[in-house]
């Protein structure tokens, strides 16, 4: 039978006997491993294994060994270049998120963001303005949130024109929660930072003060800070908090959280 039929060609490992194309292992070539299926880019090598990282982030070690990948569904021998690649670092956006280079803002959502005034609005830009322009969702200042309910109303939320608001102040018993409370469509969120305004959730150390100035009763909160600080005007106060927000780090926590709900609430796809 072999005679008549010749070698099995099914016996051995064919791709060792296969003439493969050889080639560097550059940063950030996307191979698959042929027998795992594993597939990722190139960020390095550790003892003698090629590195792979796939795009949860997940990353596994490979032998160099000849036809073990496959390159666009075709084998191929990869080989250490004669100078390893350097992992480039993942580039952030000012709210944390990895960046993702080279695309653009997508054409604006129906849904929206809504905040209490423009301070509220420029610091929501600041951090989190490149996530949600990728994820198309327009951020809009309220002058206050004492018609917040026919706002709403006007607005006419659905499943696909979610709203999610933040409020300033939103803690049990206050004036603001109990605005809130009046709000009930399944379609908008809102939430909100403890703090008497969104000035208040800049981290007094990113301004180089040991805490933020308590106020007496009875006196608008910005002007107190101004005098307590010994700054002109809210403007020229406003101008110096803004200046020193580089990032989410320089705010605090419950306006992150608060925030990275509401962008969650309306990117959900729709049902």
Partial sequence: MVGRYGEDVLAGDWRRRRVVPEMDAEADLVV??????????VVGFESGAVVLEDRHGRRRNFPLLPAAFLLDGQPVTLRRPARSPVPAARRRTASGSVAVDGVRAQVAKASRIW??????????????????????????????????????????????????????????????????????????LVTGHPYVDVWQAVKPAALGIAAW??????????????????????????????????????????????????????????A
Avoid: Q, Y
Avoid at 32 to 41: L, N, P, R, T, V
């Fill in 115 to 188: 905040v209490e005034g423009v301070h509220d609005a420029a610091l929501v830009e600041r951090i989190w303005g490149d996530d949600l322009r990728i994820e198309g969702v327009v951020v809009e200042p309220l002058d206050g949130i004492d018609d917040l309910g026919s706002r709403v109303r006007d607005f006419g939320p659905g499943p696909t024109r979610r709203l999610g608001v933040l409020v300033d102040h939103l803690v049990p018993g206050s004036k603001e929660s109990r605005i809130v409370a009046r709000v009930t469509s399944a379609h908008v």
């Fill in 32 to 41: 698959e491993d042929a027998d795992s299926g594993f597939c990722g880019a």
């Fill in 213 to 270: 100035p308590v106020v007496p009763p009875g006196r608008p909160w910005k002007e107190g800070v101004c005098a307590a600080l010994g700054v002109a005007s809210p403007a020229e106060m406003w101008r110096r908090v803004l200046s020193r927000v580089d990032s989410f780090a320089d705010v605090e926590t419950p306006l992150i959280n608060a925030m990275e709900r509401l962008i969650d609430f309306v990117t959900e796809p729709s």
